[in-house]
């Protein structure tokens, strides 16, 4: 009996958070103890990333990192730091999401402080929701660390204003790939939320912007709604397109975009105003070549 009890020491702590809801620290133990940290990188430029995303990253034993995190805030990560690409590229999963979760899980169980690095905001199509559940579930200490998302991103290195007070007073976040792929959004409910003053901003809508185009269109959307599609938002190899909803696909279509791309429809486009993002970089600005 006591035997047992001793045994089952190191699994208290796990068993009374899944049972009850709160953490037991153990004294002396909670800076060793495992624990994972889901954190935001940014669109891109590396300078978005946020003070505490930096200060983790300096801690962490181990960071996992997708796709969509930019090479140059690789490159600025301690060198002793194990860094393990998890992304996907071109639709090629290197591992599953479920796979995923369970390194996360393992590796915080092995007392490591892991980071998990994501594009952007770690709650915007990121499936950090699955992430966490899996922590959870495995009674591991893990905390959010929000990001720049992609679509703040473009605002500020296009002047495009998101919202505008005299054309649109919301703004939805859509994404073009649902879990079945096979299913589409509401566009009859796009186009009405359009008409009421709502820009709409697709991820994952490089692909389908053929689509997009023809669908909002086929729903009353005016052939002369303002669209913008951007590519590699707030990286040196940033390239922009503006055009109707009528022109845009060919528009893109003539510059061969790789992505990843966000596609703006409203307003707020030919709000545009004209901001020198190459202010923003400092080593760029001094040498004046930063080519937006
Ligand atoms: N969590 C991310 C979104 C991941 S979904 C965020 O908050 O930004 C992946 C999609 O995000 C891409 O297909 C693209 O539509 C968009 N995206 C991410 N980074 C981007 C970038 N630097 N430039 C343009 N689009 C980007």
Redesign the pocket.
Known sequence: MRLSLFKSLPFLPQAIHRRWGFRMLLPGKSQQSGRVYLV?AG??DAELLTLKAWRLLQQADLVLYDD?VSDELLAMLPAKLDKRYVGKRCGVHSLSQQQICRLLVTEAQAGKCVVRL?????A???RSAEECAALENAGIAFAIVP?I???S??SAWCGIPLTHRDCAQSVRFITARMKCPQSEPNWANLVLGSKEGETLVF????NRLDLICQRLAGHGMAADMPVAV??????LNQQRVTGQLEDIAAKVAARQFQ????IVVGKVVSHRVKVSPALLDQAAALSGNRGY
């Open positions: 935001g669109p891109g969509l994501k594009g952007g905001d770690p915007v199509f990121a990001g998302t992609a679509a991103g473009l991820y994952m809508g490089l951007v590519e590699n938002v707030s990286q992505g990843p791309a966000l």
